[in-house]
């Protein structure tokens, strides 16, 4: 079992930046492929970044590609979600997932998720 841990949410101007966490325990972290996703009110849940076991590679929803960076810190257990030039319509609860093996943007294949953390960006 991996438990997971977001926190960093709040509320933001338009324009501005929040720092999503997550920490991750249970398991080790370096061999889970972690992810963030997110939900709005009324939407199903859809994928924003994700990264490999080693951070070699990351991938990126078109929507936030530009704006967000996924990284994280095996020695920490912690993967991180730097989001810039924050805009309504990124308000969501977001999510944080792992699986182990290969990297993956698709909900189904992620085993382990977080509570989520509340984003809000105001106009």
């Known amino acids: 079992q991996v438990q997971l841990v977001e926190s960093g949410g709040g509320l933001v101007q338009a324009g501005g930046s929040l720092r999503l966490s997550c920490a991750a325990s249970g398991r080790t972290f370096s061999l889970l492929a972690m992810g963030w996703f997110r939900q709005a009110p009324g939407k199903e849940r859809e994928f924003v970044a994700a990264?490999?076991?080693?951070?070699?590679?990351?991938y990126y929803a078109d929507s936030v590609k530009g704006r967000f960076t996924i990284s994280r810190d095996n020695a920490k257990n912690t993967v991180y979600l730097q989001m810039n030039s924050l805009k309504p319509e990124d308000t969501a609860l977001y999510y944080c997932?792992?699986?182990?093996?290969?990297?993956?943007?698709?909900?189904?294949?992620?085993?382990?998720w977080g509570q989520g953390t509340q984003v809000t960006v105001a106009s």
């Open positions: 997932t792992a699986r182990p093996g290969y990297i993956s943007r698709l909900t189904d294949e992620y085993d382990y």
């Open positions: 990264i490999t076991r080693g951070a070699g590679s990351t």
